[in-house]
């Protein structure tokens, strides 16, 4: 649930920024309104990379630690069951 109210937040941020963008353009902004554009535009970029790097911890780490210790364990099932089977 949480992460639909951070994506509509991140989409109205979007859409702050466009609507930003093309009052710049046409000279209607104040250097107040152009610092939020580029704070917003800040906050989007840090938080695309924030997302990337959880997304190589994930895949870099995480996932292959898990993939580890379940192979592991699937392993040593395996072989209890084996042994009882044939001794």
């Known amino acids: 649930m949480a992460d639909i109210e951070d994506t509509s937040v991140v989409l109205q941020g979007l859409g702050t920024i466009s609507s930003l963008e093309g ?7 104040s250097d107040e309104d152009t610092s939020l554009s580029n704070e917003l535009a800040d906050a989007q970029r840090q938080w695309e990379e924030s997302l990337q790097q959880l997304s190589k911890l994930l895949n870099w780490v995480l996932l292959p630690l898990l993939g580890k210790y379940m192979g592991r364990r699937m392993a040593k099932t395996l072989w209890s069951r084996f042994i009882e089977h044939f001794i």
């Open 23 to 29: 009052l710049e353009d046409d000279g209607y902004l």
